[in-house]
């Protein structure tokens, strides 16, 4: 009896080593030693005044955790903008009617932001997956205007080279916010545009690993995040389900299931740029 006892205490302490080991090499892959870890890159840069121009529904997620502890634990105004209303998704799961879907995503990214606590939120009309065929001065001013209506000191945008997952929306939504922030700069008023600019990074070896194609363009052609803070993780879960049109979004674009990736992904990524360091040109 105590043989079989010691023996089955051997077999425990096997698979919990075992367990410990894959949950560890796991995290490895969404850990950025290039970045520093912070309670909010927000918080640590100074922000009073935050806007996000992002390229469809859904896209608010990659930065769930720096809005919410914007206004949670710094107080900073916030604000959003999403360029297209996702119309063009794939639905996983379907909820919805295709031809709504561009309502019905529209609504669960407001629905979402608020859940976040942002301030306000703007859904435009652009097609799509057709953002780099959009009238390019268009953009460039309507993003402008939102510049000079809500004076942020700091802009939350996608790497241009790289756009978060490799989407060409994403892509050119962040062009597009670095030459409004220009065109700003050089406008005859107080007001010159943000003093930073933060870029949402996603994690290099999770994305080599798992991320395809795509993956691997996103890994070559984004720098390295210059900062980390805490997902919100409760919010991410939040806002999936929110998102019910796109739900299971994760697994399937990622394989393993929601929860254990964020089990494993409790950590945003950014690389922050201090124009006056910095500057775009």
Request: charged share 25%; proline share 5%; net charge negative.
């Amino acid at each position: 009896m105590r043989k079989r006892t010691v023996a089955l205490i051997i077999v425990a302490s096997i698979l919990i080593v075992a367990v410990a080991g894959v949950y560890w090499f796991g995290r490895s892959l969404f850990h950025e030693p290039s970045a520093q870890g912070v309670d909010s890159v927000i918080g640590e840069v100074g922000g009073t005044r935050v806007v996000g121009v992002f390229a469809h529904p859904d896209d608010e997620q990659t930065v769930n955790g720096l809005f919410t502890r914007a206004k949670t634990h710094d107080d900073a105004y916030t604000y959003m903008v999403t360029a297209t209303r996702g119309e063009a998704g794939t639905q996983v799961p379907v909820v919805a009617r295709q031809k709504d879907l561009g309502a019905v995503r529209m609504a669960e990214s407001l629905k979402n932001s608020f859940n976040m606590g942002v301030d306000g939120h703007e859904v435009w009309d652009y097609p799509d997956g057709g953002v780099p065929q959009s009238e390019e001065e268009e953009l460039v001013e309507r993003v402008a205007d939102v510049l000079r209506q809500q004076k942020p000191d700091v802009v939350v945008a996608f790497w241009p080279e790289s756009g978060a997952t490799g989407h060409k929306d994403h892509m050119e939504t962040g062009r597009i916010t670095e030459l409004a922030i220009l065109e700003v700069a050089e406008d005859d008023a107080a007001y010159k545009g943000p003093e930073h600019i933060v870029y949402t990074i996603s994690p290099t070896k999770a994305l080599t690993m798992f991320g395809g194609k795509a993956g691997a363009f996103v890994a070559e052609n984004q720098p390295a995040p210059t900062h980390s803070m805490p997902a919100e993780v409760g919010k991410k879960h939040e806002g999936w389900a929110i998102h019910a049109s796109q739900e299971n979004y994760m697994q399937e674009t990622y394989i393993l299931p929601t929860w254990l990736i964020y089990a494993l992904w409790d950590n945003e990524f950014y690389y922050v740029r201090d124009l006056a360091e910095d500057p775009l040109r």
